[in-house]
T-cell receptor, first 115, second 112 residues
Framework: DQQVKQNSPSLSVQEGRISILNCDYTNSMFDYFLWYKKYPAEGPTFLISISSIKDKNEDGRFTVFLNKSAKHLSLHIVPSQPGDSAVYFCAATRLPGGGADGLTFGKGTHLIIQP | KAGVTQTPRYLIKTRGQQVTLSCSPISGHRSVSWYQQTPGQGLQFLFEYFSETQRNKGNFPGRFSGRQFSNSRSEMNVSTLELGDSALYLC???????????FGPGTRLTVL
């Protein structure tokens, strides 16, 4: 049973436009959500996180939105740049400091920024 | 500050063998977590160690085990390797148990 789902395996966006990556979760106990970015042959790199007490968190070009009632979060990248081309993982956990199952990851979305 | 390092980066083994992977966390980090990444299953949590004690464990068979040393370095062992164990094994460290995790580059294990 996949508790964190990223339904789009890939997404292609033009440089300069907005990239929107989506993530759904089923476990209502999750209350802390993270986005990681991964380049080939490297480990995931933390991007941005959000606690369930908020519905939005912004860091430069990256904004994460959380809709708890829909169990949905999204990552917005504006404007998209060629260096943003990577695989993006959504992750969730039960506490701000982690839960019994560590981080639960989605399967990732491969974002491709077209020049 | 040096990042998380993992050795070896690549490994080829045959079925039935065992393997040990090593992870050195960021200096000062006492928590080390291990994940398995495969194309079909994505990133799956294996276990977390904090101060030499296993704090959490994912849903993996007993063939997968780990330990953490007093200097916070961690090793992961897989015994009786199966073809399905071929994966990228990622180690992540954090300052607090279950805290924000910083990942190493991974060890690519291929089982033939």
């Amino acid at each position: 049973d996949q508790q964190v789902k990223q339904n789009s395996p890939s997404l292609s966006v033009q440089e300069g436009r907005i990239s929107i990556l989506n993530c759904d979760y089923t476990n209502s106990m999750f209350d802390y959500f993270l986005w990681y970015k991964k380049y080939p042959a490297e480990g995931p790199t933390f991007l941005i996180s959000i606690s369930s007490i908020k519905d939005k968190n912004e860091d430069g070009r990256f904004t994460v939105f959380l809709n708890k009632s829909a169990k949905h979060l999204s990552l917005h990248i504006v404007p998209s740049q060629p260096g943003d081309s990577a695989v993006y993982f959504c992750a969730a956990t039960r506490l701000p400091g982690g839960g019994a199952d560590g981080l639960t990851f989605g399967k990732g979305t491969h974002l491709i920024i077209q020049p | 500050k040096a990042g998380v390092t993992q050795t070896p980066r690549y490994l080829i083994k045959t079925r039935g063998q065992q393997v040990t992977l090593s992870c050195s966390p960021i200096s000062g980090h006492r928590s080390v977590s291990w994940y398995q990444q495969t194309p079909g299953q994505g990133l799956q949590f294996l276990f977390e160690y904090f101060s030499e004690t296993q704090r959490n464990k994912g849903n993996f068979p007993g063939r997968f085990s780990g330990r953490q040393f007093s200097n916070s370095r961690s090793e992961m062992n897989v015994s009786t390797l199966e073809l399905g164990d071929s994966a990228l094994y990622l180690c992540a460290s954090s300052f607090l148990a279950g805290g924000e995790q910083f990942f190493g580059p991974g060890t690519r294990l291929t089982v033939l």
